[in-house]
């Protein structure tokens, strides 16, 4: 399996990976949900190279994920903004935060943590299987894969 044709693989966790599948990846997205739309201060915030960045950005436009828009016309700049199938990475990225601050904890209080924007109250984020209702776990859903 090589790294550039994850994305033709049949696997799912591939597929998804050849989209978000790298550390710099995964903190632009961060940053988006965040309301950063723009390169520079992307660039600013995570102390990554502009080749880098502008790699990744690139990669997530032509995924579907962000798309680019015009703020300024001279000179030329534009804005990141999340598409629909960017906005629907959301779960995924509140299920990394939930993982890391039970299982990759920093000392005392979690530096991102989830509230409601509805009652502002904590939230306890938790897979759940929309058909029966229960928690989604490695014990009560296999994956079967197709041939």
Same mark, same amino acid.
């Given at each position: 399996?090589?790294?550039? $044709? ?6 799912? *966790?591939?597929? /998804?990976?050849?989209?978000?599948? $790298? ?11 965040? /309301?950063?739309? =723009?390169?520079?201060? !992307?660039?600013? =915030? ?5 080749? #880098?960045?502008? $790699? ?29 199938? /960017? ?6 990225? #509140? ?8 299982? *990759?904890?920093?000392?005392? #209080?979690?530096? *991102? ?12 984020? !938790? ?5 029966? /209702? ?6 009560? *859903? ?6």
């Amino acid at each position: 399996m090589k790294w550039n $044709d994850l994305h033709k693989e049949s696997c799912p *966790v591939a597929r /998804g990976l050849s989209v978000v599948g $790298d550390r710099w990846t995964m903190l632009v997205l961060r940053d988006c949900f965040l /309301g950063i739309r =723009r390169f520079e201060q !992307m660039q600013e =915030r995570l102390g990554i190279t502009r080749h #880098v960045l502008a $790699d990744r950005l690139r990669k997530l436009e032509a995924a579907g994920v962000l798309q680019r828009e015009a703020y300024q016309q001279r000179p030329l700049r534009h804005e990141y903004r999340l598409t629909d199938r /960017g906005k629907a990475l959301y779960p995924l990225l #509140v299920t990394l935060i939930e993982w890391a601050n039970e299982h *990759v904890p920093t000392e005392g #209080v979690p530096s *991102v943590q989830l509230f409601s924007r509805e009652t502002g109250d904590p939230i306890a984020p !938790m897979l759940v299987d929309a058909n029966s /209702g229960k928690k989604i776990s490695y014990r009560n *859903v296999k994956a079967v894969a197709e041939n």
